[in-house]
């Protein structure tokens, strides 16, 4: 499985940003943490092969994650943007055998 994430750069707070990861491979599910500076890793979003969807708590009510089957593409929309989501956002999936694959980090900088 490879990742090709795109998207991301710099936005004022409560603007927008949206971020594709385009996949190769079968996937189990696919989706975005994120790394602030200081910060571990956490969850931003994830879908599954069956669509189901799950976000972290920072991020539900502003940030939508959808899937474009045909281009097994995935996309993460970012609305009200704040500071704290400034981070670098890395595209991750599952593939068969629970293997996880990450793709390049994508810089995402929200200015207040």
């Known amino acids: 499985v490879q990742l090709q994430a795109s998207g991301g750069g710099l936005v004022q707070a409560g603007g927008s940003l949206r971020l594709s990861c385009a996949a190769s491979g079968i996937l189990m599910e696919t989706g975005w943490y994120r790394q602030g500076l200081g910060n571990q890793r956490e969850l931003v979003a994830i879908?599954?092969?069956?669509?189901?969807?799950t976000y972290g708590d920072s991020v539900k009510g502003r940030f939508t994650i959808s899937r474009d089957v045909a281009k097994n593409t995935a996309y993460l929309q970012m609305n009200s943007l704040k500071p704290e989501d400034t981070g670098v956002y890395y595209c991750?999936?599952?593939?068969?055998?629970?293997?996880?694959?990450w793709g390049q980090g994508t810089l995402v900088t929200v200015s207040s």
């Open positions: 991750y999936a599952r593939g068969l055998g629970y293997i996880d694959y």
């Open positions: 879908i599954n092969s069956g669509g189901t969807t």
